[in-house]
């Protein structure tokens, strides 16, 4: 999505340096075309095979961004009551939403029992019940497939790391036979499906497929005990490049996972966020000043932590790279925000031409998680996102004020 043109760095058709003109920096960037080619890359690699496409909505929530993947017939994951609203307000059809998430309250299950969902990813016994009894109270029947711990290695960071026995995620392997037969004689519970996800950031097929193995053991064992299940949902995971990586496409990942399921007729879910957002989006900023403190050199920009946590949280690794090619000097620079925190930057020992104050920098993937898992640290206003469709440039988040700032705080006196 992102290529130089005469020295300056463009999204689609339209210089970032216009983008950050005009609506200001910091800001995120969307590449539209970006968005739906890799949208598509799943549904394609599915092609043949009943399947549903369940964007994770938590790697982006904005609303266009969903708007334009509800277009192209995608279905939503969704992990909070507040996703559900999004996805519902956004269009998603409730009937290709799939609920996941370890703690959802009964105030959530009912939201999603009354909106109609496809079905809860089940997570705990505990929880079961609490759909059983919400759905009892509400005359209705809750569609569920279990999340099953597979116990594998995503071999990803520990943090984005789901699947393995010590994770907080799913019901251990070792239970989920017991778990399905005591839900197959709960009245209002409709058992629809086996649910895993072990990851994110995840760069070969090997988990995946080491995943699918047990899962598909598990949809033979209860196939033996009369539990048909009619979904088989993979979860999501799967990995972009943001330095080296070599992921493997959508395609090499259902080559990998779908001939598994020899006799499966049914209808088979992934829920990929990351893959699907993450390159679509570039992350600028606007160098504030230049400093050397005990040898280092230092870009201080006007976007932080609590725009982009990833370098911070994950330890994870952005590309950035000038807006405009220059022919300064190169040097080895930490790319910092303003933030009051050590951890407060986005890349350290960067390679950069020393930037010029008021210059851009682009911060590159930073589609997924990035605007997600935004705050207000710091009392900084979240930033704009925009999206570029070939020469069009479109707002479709303004940047929030100091107004916004204090806009739900009541004196907490008289
Ligand atoms: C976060 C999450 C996803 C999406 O993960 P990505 O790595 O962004 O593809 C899918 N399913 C579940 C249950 C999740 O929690």
Do not use: W
């Not at 005009?22 to 394609?44: C, E, H, M, Q, W």
């Not at 309250?105 to 919400?134: D, K, Q, W």
């Not at 350290?348 to 998680?369: F, H, I, K």
Request: aromatic share 8%; glycine share 8%.
């Amino acid at each position: 999505m992102l290529a130089y043109r005469k020295n300056e760095l463009y999204c689609e058709n339209v210089s970032l340096e216009t983008v950050a003109r005009r609506f200001g920096t910091p800001v995120y960037v969307y590449s539209r075309a970006r968005l739906i080619s890799n949208y598509k890359a799943f549904d394609a690699a599915f092609e043949g095979l009943p399947h549903l496409v369940c964007y994770a909505t938590k790697a982006n929530t904005n609303y266009t961004v969903l708007r334009e993947l509800i277009l192209q017939g995608s279905g939503a994951d969704i992990t909070s009551g507040g996703e559900l609203y999004r996805s519902l307000r956004a269009g998603f059809e409730p009937k290709k939403i799939v609920y996941a998430g370890i703690g959802k309250t009964i105030a959530e299950i009912e939201y999603a029992l009354a909106t109609g969902i496809l079905m809860f990813n089940v997570e705990s016994m505990e929880e079961l019940a609490a759909i059983a009894s919400v759905a009892k109270r509400l005359k209705k029947t809750a569609s569920i497939a279990f999340r099953v711990n597979p116990d594998v290695d995503a071999k990803t960071h520990r943090y984005i790391s789901t699947g393995t026995g010590k994770a907080k995620f799913g019901i251990p392997y070792d239970e989920a036979v017991a778990a399905y037969r005591t839900a197959a004689k709960i009245t209002h519970i409709d058992v629809a499906g086996i649910h895993c996800h072990i990851g994110s950031q995840i760069t070969t097929v090997k988990p995946f497929h080491n995943a699918a193995v047990k899962i598909e053991k598990l949809r033979l064992q209860l196939q033996a005990a009369n539990i048909t299940l009619r979904y088989v949902n993979m979860g999501g995971g799967l990995g972009i490049r943001y330095q080296n990586e070599v992921p493997p496409t959508p395609r090499e990942l259902r080559d990998a996972v779908v001939p598994v399921f020899k006799g499966f007729t049914g209808t088979f879910i992934c829920e990929p966020g990351r893959a699907i957002v993450g390159n679509a989006g570039v992350f600028l900023v606007s160098v504030v000043y230049r400093k050397n403190s005990a040898g280092k050199n230092y870009f201080i920009v006007d976007g932080a932590m609590n725009d982009l946590i990833r370098p911070t949280l994950y330890e994870a690794y952005h590309d950035i790279v000038p807006v405009k090619k220059t022919a300064a000097r190169q040097v080895q620079a930490d790319v910092v925000g303003p933030i009051c925190e050590t951890g407060d930057f986005l890349g350290l020992d960067r390679t950069l031409a020393v930037p010029e104050p008021g210059s851009r920098l682009a911060v590159a993937c930073t589609g997924a998680y990035g605007m997600a898992m935004s705050s207000q640290y710091n009392s900084r206003g979240r930033a704009a996102e925009v999206m570029i469709d070939g020469s069009r440039i479109v707002l479709i988040r303004r940047r929030e004020t100091y107004a916004d700032l204090v806009a739900v705080e009541r004196l907490g006196r008289e």
